[in-house]
Each structure stands twice: as C-alpha cells, then as structure tokens.
C-alpha cells in the first residue's frame, strides 16, 4: 500500500515557475513508477509526466515538454514536478500517481492516486 500527498501548488502569474512535490508513504517506493496527471474544471484528466522506478526515463506530454521536470529522489521517498514559463491553460488540479508498472506510463489506471493540489496562474 502505497499514500501519495501532493504540496506545492499555488497562484502565479503567467511565465512563473512551481515546483511541486509528491510524498509517498510505504518501503517500496523506489520499486514505483511515479506520474502526474492534471484536470482543469470542465475538462477530463491529462497525463502531465510520468518518471521510471530508478529516475532514469522521463515521459512528457507535448504540451509540457520542455517546460516541465520530473524528478525523484528516493532516498526521500518524494517526486517533484518542477514547472517553469507557466501558462493560464496549466491551471487545474495536479494529482500524482504511482505503481509498479514499466510501461504505458501515460496510463490512467496507476494504482495509488494522491488528493490533488490546486495551481492557478493568472494572465
């Protein structure tokens, strides 16, 4: 059993940067494929990145590529989502995910979901 809890969010104005932070609960997380997903009101929920047990292959969606980072440190048992030049249509609900898979990271059946944190940038 694996709990995640979101940090992070917050308002910024549009080209600001977040970083936000996943704290997973349970000895296994360095076996866990880690991922964020997003859902802005009205809309259905988006993978965001995703990150490989060890941190070594990071997954993007085109509409953040090169703009977000995902990272882990498992040594904390955190994962972070580094986002920088923020957009108004990054505002939603980011949520991260984890499990053991090794493949279909974009997925949205991971197995251990966090509550969500809330970023708005502002035009």
């Known amino acids: 059993q694996v709990q995640l809890v979101e940090s992070g969010g917050g308002l910024v104005q549009t080209g600001g940067s977040l970083r936000l932070s996943c704290a997973a609960s349970?000895?296994?997380?360095?076996?866990?494929?880690l991922a964020w997903f997003r859902q802005a009101p009205g809309k259905e929920r988006e993978f965001v990145a995703a990150?490989?047990?060890?941190?070594?292959?990071?997954y993007y969606a085109s509409s953040v590529k090169g703009r977000f980072t995902i990272s882990r440190d498992n040594a904390k048992n955190t994962a972070y989502l580094r986002m920088i030049s923020l957009k108004p249509e990054d505002t939603a609900v980011y949520y991260c995910?984890?499990?053991?898979?090794?493949?279909?990271?974009?997925?949205?059946?991971?197995?251990?979901w966090g509550q969500g944190t809330q970023v708005t940038v502002s035009s």
């Open positions: 995910a984890a499990d053991r898979r090794t493949r279909d990271y974009s997925e949205y059946d991971y197995d251990y």
């Open positions: 349970g000895r296994a997380f360095n076996s866990y494929a």
């Open positions: 990150i490989n047990w060890d941190g070594s292959i990071p």
